[in-house]
């Protein structure tokens, strides 16, 4: 569809995103998709992210549509705040205000909202020459911030989407009250989500909170059988930080290789763990059973989840990943912690296991038993697994979602 044609539907949304596109952004790029689907306008805007290396191809066309806030340097932002400055001077002290307020109790220190300030006044002009309706920031961190400042100096109404576990971590730090209280109104991607937000607002601020799933193509998942995998492979699908859980996920793994029970696990992904992940299976003399992929692109993630009998990701922090309802809905069993909104999409006995964050015991039990399953229990519970996800993460219905709060935030412009 063109932006012409998108157009047609009177909604035009700016989409504000700290960097885009990026290999672990594909939900986002979903997102946008879909609405344009639904005949809405969407102009990418992103801070950083146009000298990264990327492997899709879809990436590599979306990252030709978008604009960066910082491609152009500093001096485009030191002009853009001086035009501001001079064009809606009472608004631009209003907003000044409102940077440095921020900075109060935050955890960085008050040049940094100053230049949220600057991205703010640098965005302005683009989203008034595109008519745009609506500005949505993707994370309730930076982006937020700023688009809270556009609105601020005169912009147009903003949102913004809160993943967690990070805004959850710190939301006195990055001042999520008072986003909220700006916001025409804020996105959770679960129930849990809501109920943190929900957390640090006025309960006359809690009608702004809406529930809006992350959401999965149907190319993503047509076509799979749930036909179980004989090779007793599982897969990790994330980055290798701490919070997800791969070091208790390779002792697990320790303690299932003593057990005498044959298996292989793949990591797929890459991070600042990777050394210390690396020196564990070297010291549990896992190397012959463990594999660790590097980054590799969306489809390359999809045929390792193919390829295995069932996801594991035993994280000790989450909002709720997306990797679990991909995995799902590609008709493969999860294996997971009772953390966050993980309990809202895997129901244990049924299309999954659930184990307490951090018990390494629970989790190797819970590797076996997935082993040690014959093909007709597995492929019932793959089966399972995946009616759940597609019933709950279809992006086209929740596009259709997030369309009409847009329309609604506009003034009541038709969807």
Known sequence: MSEADAAKGGLRVAYLINQYPKVSHTFIRREILALERQGVAVQRIAVRGWDAEVSDEEDRVEKSRTRYVLQQGVLSLAIAMVLVLFRVPRKFFAALGLALSM??????????????????????????????????????????????????????????????????????????AEKIRHSAFVVAI????????YRWIEHAHWSKVQVVHCGLEQAFH?????????????????????????????????????????????????GDMRPAIEELVDTLGLRAHVRITGWISSDQVRGEILGARALALPSFAEGLPVVIMEAMALGRPVIA???????????????????????????????????????????????????????????????????????????????
Request: net charge negative.
């Open 222 to 270: 047509s076509g799979v059988s749930t036909e179980a995998v004989a090779m007793p492979r599982l897969v990790c699908v994330g980055r290798l930080c701490e919070q997800k859980g791969q070091l208790l996920l390779v002792q697990a793994a320790g303690r299932v290789r003593r057990e005498g029970v044959p298996f292989e696990l793949v990591l797929a992904g890459d």
């Open 337 to 415: 912690t009772y953390v966050a909104g993980i309990p809202e999409l895997v129901r244990p006995g049924e299309n999954g296991w659930l184990i307490p964050a951090g018990d390494v015991e629970a989790l190797a039990e819970a590797i076996m038993e997935c082993l040690g399953l014959d093909a007709a229990a597995l492929e019932h519970m793959g089966a399972q697994a995946r009616q759940r996800a597609l019933s709950r993460h279809d992006v086209d219905v929740e596009a259709a979602k997030l369309a009409r709060l847009f329309a609604l935030s506009a003034g009541g412009v038709a969807a």
């Open 103 to 176: 900075s109060r109790r935050s955890d960085r220190p008050w040049p940094y909202h100053l230049i949220y300030l600057a991205e703010a006044c640098r965005m302005l002009p683009w989203l008034g020459s595109s008519g745009t309706t609506h500005l949505h920031a993707h994370f309730g961190t930076n982006s937020a911030e700023v688009a809270m400042l556009v609105h601020a100096l005169g912009g147009p109404p903003f949102s913004f989407t809160v993943h967690g576990p990070e805004e959850f971590d710190r939301p006195e730090f990055i001042g999520l």
């Open 190 to 197: 679960s129930s849990f989500g809501r109920s943190q937000l």
